[in-house]
């Protein structure tokens, strides 16, 4: 009989699905290869016929996030929003809505020590994922002339670097429980403040 989770050329996908739910439990360096397999419902054999070891399968995990991930910042970005500014504050929400609800992939993409290099398709994943981010920033500075237009890109990685903070310092866990204010508003006015001090956006909005 077929071990649970090993037929009809799933197991990767189901290895992938064991290691998420066990990044999410214990963390990425809290669990070993046999454990990953015994969740999945496979020999401690198996899943070396796909992957070389756990940073691999979480590589893969990263991956994926960097994906899905991609897609939703994309997706926020494109929206019907009434100005640039909206769609850049939407995509920063959305940061912390992936962070919220897929906490497996987020650790694996960011808080495992994978290396984003280490593999040309992971780095054009994330490479495509940061570059709705960029691009919500070029919207967002068009008005400015060519000559006094910071750069879209230190703009995305500030707001990203903020975002980041927000969601492990205030997203997630208890430390968040401390503070009178949502994640969102906290993101949100930390973003306003950071545009106005640019001169990106006008002080009065």
Known sequence: ?????????????????????????????????????KLA???????YRHFKGREELIAEVARQGFGIFGDLMQYAQN?????????????????????RKFPGYYIAMFESGIHLNRDPEIASV????MNG??????????????????????IANHIWAMSHGVVELFARGEVGNNSPYSPEDLLESGIGIYLR????IPQDQ
Do not use: W
């Open 1 to 37: 009989m077929a071990r649970k989770g090993y037929h009809h050329g799933n197991l990767k996908e189901a290895l992938v699905k064991a290691t998420i739910k066990l990044i999410e439990e214990k963390g990425p360096t809290g669990f070993t290869m046999a454990e990953a397999a």
């Open 41 to 47: 419902g496979v020999s401690a054999a198996a899943p």
């Open 79 to 99: 929206k019907n929003h009434s100005s640039a500014l909206t769609a850049f504050e939407a995509v920063g929400r959305a940061y912390l809505a992936f962070a």
């Open 126 to 129: 994330a490479n495509g994922a």
């Open 133 to 154: 981010l960029v691009n919500a920033a070029e919207a967002l500075c068009q008005h400015i002339p060519a000559d006094k237009r910071p750069p879209a890109t230190m």
């Open 197 to 200: 001090g640019l001169g990106v």
